[in-house]
């Protein structure tokens, strides 16, 4: 098991533009939590994915937004992206049921906005 | 509102020495906290959590309701522990789904 993936590693992007971050769980997790880290900060919840819905989401503005597949992986999406959104994106996977719903983390997508 | 404090953004201590990572909490219900680490070049990963109430690499963390406070402790510091060092609160959203608040963290250098 590869743990949890995400792709790509790093992105560059510039003032306006759309992009698409992916997230492939932990095998056995059905659930899918979306984080910003910015530099120097601790990860910031974005939201939460169970059954291909949006469970909870954090103090993130519509700009972001997300999708959870069949398989349970899952997609961010920003749009209309502005300086402020660069920073690391980390997906974190967990099991419902599981223990104390451990989060499992990817190693993080780098996105740049320039 | 449930938030982590780490009070301490950088700690440095000598190889052999105590190391304390501080961390307080504001929650109003029954907490559920977690130390995660993040060695260089690699993922975040749960260190211990306090449920367990177990020895990781010899790090412990006791909660203490009364302070709320959850500080990570190791006697005896090894250079392998230099890491960023995170304090999260794991709480209860809608049911059957929980939200991980993390803290700012703490950058532990142990030097030689």
């Known amino acids: 098991d590869a743990g949890v993936t995400q792709s790509p590693t790093h992105l560059i992007k510039t003032r306006g533009q759309q992009v698409t971050l992916r997230c492939s769980p932990k095998?056995?997790?059905?659930?899918v939590s979306w984080y910003q880290q910015a530099l120097g900060q601790g990860p910031q919840f974005i939201f939460q994915y169970y059954e291909e819905e949006e469970r909870q989401r954090g103090n993130f503005p519509d700009r972001f937004s997300g999708h959870q597949f069949p398989n349970y992986s899952s997609e961010l999406n920003v749009n209309a992206l502005l300086l402020g959104d660069s920073a690391l994106y980390l997906c974190?996977?967990?099991?419902?049921?599981?223990?104390?719903?451990?989060?499992?983390f990817g190693p993080g997508t780098r996105l740049t906005v320039l | 509102a449930q938030r982590v404090t780490q009070p301490e953004k950088l700690l440095s201590v000598f190889k052999g020495a105590p190391v304390e990572l501080k961390c307080n909490y504001s929650?109003?219900?029954?907490?559920?906290l977690f130390w995660y680490v993040q060695y260089s070049r690699q993922r975040l990963q749960l260190l211990l959590r306090?449920?367990s109430r177990e020895s990781i690499k010899g790090f412990t963390a006791d909660l203490n309701k009364g302070e709320t406070s959850f500080h990570l402790k190791k006697p005896f510091a090894q250079e392998e522990d230099s890491a960023m060092y995170y304090c999260?609160?794991?709480?209860?959203?809608?049911?059957?789904?929980?939200?991980?608040?993390f803290g700012q963290g703490t950058r532990l250098t142990i030097n030689p």
């Open positions: 306090h449920i």
């Open positions: 999260a609160l794991l709480y209860p959203i809608i049911q059957g789904a929980q939200k991980l608040v």
């Open positions: 929650y109003s219900g029954s907490p559920e």
């Open positions: 974190a996977s967990s099991f419902t049921s599981g223990r104390a719903n451990e989060q499992f």
């Open positions: 095998s056995g997790h059905d659930t």
